[in-house]
């Protein structure tokens, strides 16, 4: 009886013990309480000015608030979970040698992968990680937008003056700030879109490629398509061809971007990496820089069509601003391009600069400039098939014909009047000759029957 | 002068509706194609009218259709098929308008019912109704609205190639037109062709001529 007693006891102990230590652990998830390793971290961490000399001479700080950690997104990871690598035997006692911040991000950042799967791979496809891995030292690194140690909910407004592509983007940021987005923003906070907003946080992309953008305006602006239905004519063309900033950022300069386009992959040309066909090509082409004409611009889609790839490559025209920051000079709906005349007519400055795009192995545009009289001459008529605005880009060459064509036809007119007036003479004399035969075979005629009846009389 | 009724009101109201479109079509074309040289109405406008002017002469133009498929009058559509007499014809009718109006011989061509026209026009109407027309309506739908027929559009070689062809007949058309008024006026009288495309009656010569197209 004893030892039951005492083996009942032992088993609610045993509950207990269970039940304690799991309201313990909801406890510190509920709370963000850090545990007893990261209070002792910070113990040491959370003071100002508290760096690292590292070996290019940089000052990393190695500062950490506890009040900002604490708030931050990161309240329930503990600092072991991505500084794993440290050895609490070692850790502040032996150097360790760090060749840079830029050495200490790229290191850093498989510890956000491991929690982060999902954005790491977005992250992977982006501009941003094309251009880390074509060796550029600026590109951002996870930690170069979101501090670990202070990283905010998303749903958390702060000053857009905080945001993190500000730092690279700087003139873009600006423009953004004074346009109809970035006023909003100031005036509203989070209804207006920031840059992640359109541009996506992770799976950046660069925007004069594809159609990421307009889908992204779209997405937010869903009656866009009807309201301009009702009053545009041709309204799926004219979202296709033309990005919006062209019209909602009146001030910005245009200009028409012939993007090589696989038709039967349906998708931009890209450059493969390590074979820089476009660069050397468009050079071979343009030797003179004078931007490439009708014929050149005929054989490089030859070479380019040549190369066996999947389709037929051929170039699809799009009107857009000429500069990221032009792009963000929205303005308010009301200022918004109204008017056909702007683009529908002979010179329109849209169609002035014209350039041949092609993905570059980043995915950022390489360019090089075309003569703006392609879109305006009859032989490049197939190399640009897939653009053509209504007067503005319209051939040339069929404008001589109709004068041709009209001089003709007025001139036929004119020409046969002029006979038939000269031939008046003529046209009278062989009347009057017709009538006379006519007159003498009559009164033949009369002479015979008056013979006819005398004999008859007889 | 002996009146033949040659021309039927269907015939009738659908020439006009034609004539007075087209002349519209071609004053909008003009006003879309060259913004920066004519200023008669605004683009949006000119764009917008020219599409329902296209939409009712597509209309138009199954009127005319529909009346000659399932009328007896279809026979001055049909086509010579001896090529002797064809050209033979032709050439006389081209002899008359080169040579002989000049010197006031009567027009080879003598007007029925069932043979409105001569040699030249049988040929000429049955290209521009059959071919031109239906070209000019097909490419002028596909650009009402290129998004929603975009892959007949990119099957024909683009946007661009659809303009021009829409173009190169609108260039034949005024040309045509100009020339078509003009011929118009080459009856006995110049208005006599007119009031007939009017009232319908063809005032012809009472004596008799050797009918030199049949």
Redesign the interface.
């Known amino acids: 009886m004893k030892s039951s007693h005492a083996t009942s006891k032992l088993i609610l102990a045993g509950l207990l013990a269970i039940v304690l230590s799991s309201i313990g652990l909801s406890a510190h998830a509920a709370d963000g309480e850090m545990s007893k390793e990261s209070k002792a971290c910070l113990s040491c961490h959370d003071k100002d000015g508290m760096t690292k000399t590292l070996e290019s001479g940089e000052a990393l700080s190695l500062a950490i608030s506890t009040k900002a950690y604490t708030e931050s997104m990161h309240k329930k990871t503990d600092c072991e979970d991505c500084h794993s690598n440290l050895d609490s035997k070692t850790h502040g006692k032996a150097k360790t040698a760090i060749k840079s911040k830029r050495e200490f991000a790229l290191g850093m950042r498989e510890s956000c992968r491991d929690c982060h799967k999902k954005k790491a791979v977005e992250y992977d496809d982006s501009v941003h990680a094309a251009l880390i891995k074509a060796g550029s030292k600026k590109a951002p690194l996870c930690t170069d937008c979101h501090n670990p140690h202070t990283v905010r909910s998303a749903k958390v407004v702060s000053p857009i003056a905080e945001t993190p592509c500000a730092k690279c983007h700087e003139a873009i940021f600006k423009a953004y700030s004074k346009d109809v987005h970035g006023l909003e923003r100031i005036a509203k906070g989070i209804s207006a879109p920031l840059c992640a907003g359109c541009h996506q946080a992770h799976a950046v992309k660069a925007a004069s490629m594809g159609e990421g953008v307009k889908d992204a305006c779209l997405a937010c602006h869903k009656e866009a398509v009807t309201q301009h239905k009702d009053?545009l004519?041709?309204?799926?063309?004219h979202?296709?061809a033309i990005s919006c900033p062209v019209c909602h950022a009146p001030d910005a300069q245009r200009r028409v971007n012939l993007r090589l386009y696989d038709?039967t992959a349906k998708r931009q040309v890209a450059e493969k990496t390590g074979v820089p066909r476009f660069e050397k090509r468009t050079d071979t082409a343009d030797a003179k820089d004078m931007g490439l004409d009708e014929r050149a611009l005929w054989s490089l889609l030859k070479e380019f069509n040549q190369d066996g790839g999947d389709g037929k490559m051929?170039l699809r025209g799009r009107l857009e601003v000429r500069s990221g920051v032009e792009a963000h000079q929205l303005s308010e709906k009301s200022k918004a391009i109204r008017d056909?005349?702007t683009c529908?007519?002979?010179?329109a400055a849209a169609f002035q600069s014209v350039s041949l795009t092609i993905a570059g192995p980043d995915g950022r545009p390489l360019r090089h400039g075309v003569q703006n009289e392609v879109l305006n001459s009859?032989t490049s008529?197939?190399s640009?098939?897939?653009?053509?605005a209504?007067?503005s880009?319209?051939?040339k060459l069929?404008d001589y014909?109709?004068v041709l064509?009209?001089l003709?036809?007025?001139s036929?007119?004119l020409v046969?009047m002029t006979?038939?007036r000269?031939?008046k003479g003529?046209?009278e004399k062989?009347?009057a000759e017709r009538l006379a035969a006519a007159h003498d075979s009559g009164k033949q005629a009369s002479t015979g029957h008056r013979h006819d009846a005398d004999d008859a009389s007889k | 002068m002996e009146k033949l009724y040659i021309h039927p009101l269907t015939v009738r109201l659908w020439h006009w509706t034609n004539a007075f479109g087209f002349l519209l079509l071609i004053a909008t074309g003009l006003q879309?194609?060259?913004?920066?040289l004519i200023h008669l109405i605004?683009?949006?406008m000119a764009?917008?009218w020219h599409?329902w002017i296209g939409f009712v002469l597509i209309a138009n133009f199954f009127v005319w259709l529909g009346y000659y498929l399932f009328s007896d009058k279809i026979k001055v559509y049909h086509p010579e098929l001896s090529p002797t007499k064809y050209f033979q014809a032709s050439f006389r009718q081209m002899q008359f308008?080169g040579y002989g109006?000049?010197?006031?011989e009567p027009n080879p061509h003598h007007p029925n019912a069932y043979k409105k026209f001569n040699a030249l026009q049988s040929m000429l109407y049955q290209i521009i109704m059959m071919l031109l027309v239906p070209i000019m309506f097909f490419t002028g739908l596909l650009?009402?609205?290129?998004?929603?027929f975009?892959s007949i559009v990119?099957m024909l070689?683009?946007?661009?190639?659809v303009?021009?062809v829409h173009?190169?007949l609108?260039?034949?058309f005024?040309?045509?037109i100009?020339?078509h008024v003009?011929l118009a006026s080459l009856g006995h009288t110049p208005s006599a062709h007119f009031k007939a495309m009017i009232t319908g009656y063809e005032e012809v010569e009472d004596e008799p001529k050797h009918d030199v197209v049949s």
């Open positions: 009053w004519p041709n309204t799926a063309l979202f296709e038709s051929l056909c005349n529908h007519q002979q010179g009859l008529m197939e640009v098939r897939g653009f053509y209504i007067g880009t319209r051939i069929l014909l109709l064509v009209l003709g036809a007025i036929v007119p046969h006979i038939k000269l031939f003529v046209r062989l009347e | 879309i194609r060259y913004l920066d605004p683009f949006r764009v917008v599409n308008y109006i000049f010197r006031g650009m009402w609205d290129v998004g929603r975009s990119e070689g683009g946007v661009r190639v303009d021009t173009v190169l609108f260039i034949v005024c040309g045509f100009i020339v003009y």
